[in-house]
């Protein structure tokens, strides 16, 4: 579990589709440098979000770490597009000492999205999306939370027509994450509110079951 409160900026220093080394176990790795600040406390085995998909640290030394990638994660997300030399977003799994910003994120990236309209307003800028997926848009609402490559913002606007959506992030977020590096046309994972599937999964069961309807009702009659 994750705050969405990035960390540290990281560097792509490794990539390997095909990566045979024991920490790589024949699949595809990434390897993260400038992330000193991060791997004190690091083992093999801990979970570190990169722009907000949750990685299995394979290996790691003072300064870099490694992580494996699954198919499933590279079509999910936006890691298939890095290169080294591409900067990324990084956040540990939540520590229970620490206060809980940002909102709850599982690291489970759920689409990516483009970037349609870069607009600075001020010392904040607007970054504007867009969704070639028309059901993740039901998980949107003004003002509600959603989690952009790893970093909890606020929704501002949304038309489920258009599928698009912005937030506006201010002079101090600008400085701690990767979105003001990129274009537009460029891709960014998205982690809708896991508190919104929820409560859709259990209205559509109630919905389909008469019982759950009936229920449903009466509550409505009885505000």
């Given at each position: 579990?994750?705050?969405?409160?990035?960390?540290?900026?990281g560097?792509?220093?490794?990539?390997?589709?095909q990566?045979?080394?024991?920490?790589g176990g024949?699949?595809?790795?990434l390897?993260?440098?400038?992330?000193a600040?991060?791997?004190?406390?690091?083992?093999?085995g801990?979970?570190i979000?990169?722009?907000g998909?949750c990685?299995t640290?394979?290996?790691?030394?003072?300064?870099t770490?490694?992580?494996?990638?699954?198919?499933e994660?590279l079509?999910?997300?936006?890691?298939?597009?890095?290169?080294?030399?591409?900067?990324?977003?990084l956040?540990?799994?939540?520590d229970?000492?620490?206060?809980f910003g940002?909102?709850?994120?599982?690291?489970h990236?759920?689409?990516?999205?483009?970037?349609?309209?870069?607009k600075?307003?001020g010392?904040?800028?607007?970054?504007?999306f867009?969704?070639d997926?028309?059901?993740?848009?039901?998980?949107?609402i003004?003002k509600g939370?959603i989690?952009?490559?790893?970093?909890?913002l606020t929704?501002?606007d949304?038309?489920?027509n258009?599928?698009t959506?912005?937030i506006?992030?201010?002079?101090?977020?600008?400085?701690?994450?990767v979105?003001?590096l990129?274009?537009?046309?460029?891709?960014?994972?998205?982690?809708v509110d896991m508190?919104?599937?929820?409560?859709?999964?259990?209205?559509q069961?109630a919905?389909?079951?008469?019982?759950?309807l009936l229920?449903l009702v009466?509550r409505?009659t009885?505000?």
């Amino acid at each position: 579990m994750f705050t969405g409160l990035v960390e540290q900026i990281g560097t792509v220093i490794g990539l390997d589709p095909q990566d045979t080394s024991e920490s790589g176990g024949n699949g595809w790795s990434l390897t993260i440098g400038d992330a000193a600040s991060i791997l004190g406390d690091c083992h093999i085995g801990d979970s570190i979000a990169i722009n907000g998909t949750c990685l299995t640290v394979t290996e790691f030394d003072k300064e870099t770490f490694k992580v494996g990638v699954a198919p499933e994660s590279l079509r999910r997300t936006n890691l298939g597009d890095l290169k080294v030399g591409s900067k990324v977003n990084l956040e540990r799994a939540m520590d229970s000492q620490k206060r809980f910003g940002g909102h709850m994120v599982q690291g489970h990236v759920d689409t990516t999205v483009s970037i349609i309209n870069i607009k600075p307003e001020g010392n904040s800028v607007w970054f504007t999306f867009q969704t070639d997926d028309k059901d993740i848009m039901r998980y949107i609402i003004p003002k509600g939370f959603i989690c952009l490559d790893g970093t909890s913002l606020t929704v501002c606007d949304v038309d489920d027509n258009a599928r698009t959506f912005s937030i506006m992030m201010i002079a101090h977020t600008q400085e701690h994450v990767v979105m003001p590096l990129k274009s537009v046309g460029d891709r960014v994972n998205v982690e809708v509110d896991m508190l919104a599937k929820y409560a859709l999964k259990s209205l559509q069961s109630a919905i389909t079951d008469s019982e759950g309807l009936l229920t449903l009702v009466k509550r409505a009659t009885a505000l």
